[in-house]
């Protein structure tokens, strides 16, 4: 009885595995730039976990279906993700652009500084009550106060509840203010971490820096003060990558 349950799992695993061959068919490429030529390179598909070569004259072949997403990468270009469409099946070969990877220094702008001393809590000392004299007295008999003597300041109450519910908007216009991760990263990661921390070669950086931008929690990370989170959530997706573009030469 084991044995037939067996075989029935087996072959049922083979119709499984076939028809997914069958559901894919080969897609010709060839990857271009207007100024550079592409000699090598990676096609990641993410649906099927394949990867393929690009050759030293640009072109590549892979297994793919309509609505894969493809990832292409190529040292010193930007790497591209996209959705196949039936119209891309159409064409003997699919022609794909990439533009050429600008890695442009960050703007110094230079602003006049205003030193303030360090004071600690000045909220504390504006709160401070003095009574030593008449002048300085809440009560002052002198000039009478027609008001409670300990009442709520509602103008500061209504600043902290403010910041509250303005808090949480504040943070998603500057994550999506940071940019885009795959262009953000490189510029304050070195580049050595990728190639030696990481071990990824360097035409893979591009490929796995798209990788990572899939994850929702990448965009956060881009604030600076998160350098660590940073640092700790790419070594964390590095093992992913790993994982799903293991392939044997």
């Known amino acids: ?14 119709q499984f595995c076939i028809g997914q061959t069958l559901t894919r068919k080969p897609l010709h490429g060839l990857v271009l730039n207007d100024s550079v030529n592409v000699e090598s390179g990676y096609v990641y598909n993410v649906n099927s976990k394949a990867r393929t070569f690009i050759s030293s004259k640009g072109f590549f072949d ?18 591209k993700r996209i959705v196949l469409t ?9 022609v794909i652009r990439l533009n050429v990877f600008v890695n442009q220094l960050q703007e110094i702008v230079v602003k006049k500084i205003v030193i303030k001393p360090n004071l600690g809590n000045i909220q504390s000392i504006i709160d401070t009550q003095y009574f030593e004299d008449k002048q300085s007295s809440l009560k002052n008999p002198l000039m009478p106060y027609h008001d409670i003597v300990y009442g709520i300041d509602f103008i500061r109450v209504g600043k902290m509840i403010w910041k ?5 908007s ?17 510029k304050r990661i070195s580049p050595f971490f990728f190639t ?26 881009l604030n600076p003060n998160l350098e660590f989170e940073l640092i700790e959530f790419l070594i964390t997706k590095n093992e992913e990558f790993k994982r799903f573009t293991t392939f044997e030469n």
Request: glycine fraction near 6%.
């Open 1 to 14: 009885m084991k044995t037939k349950i067996g075989i029935l799992a087996l072959c049922l695993f083979y």
């Open 62 to 79: 892979i297994l793919a279906k309509t609505n894969d997403t493809l990832l292409i990468s190529s040292l010193g270009l930007k790497s």
């Open 86 to 94: 039936e119209k891309d099946f159409a064409p003997s070969l699919l």
């Open 164 to 168: 509250i519910f303005v808090k949480g």
């Open 170 to 186: 504040t943070d998603k216009t500057k994550a999506a203010a940071y940019g885009d991760f795959s262009e953000v990263v490189p």
């Open 196 to 221: 030696n921390t990481l071990q990824l070669k360097e035409d893979e950086i591009g490929l796995f820096l798209i990788y990572c931008e899939n994850d929702p929690k990448a965009k956060e990370l």
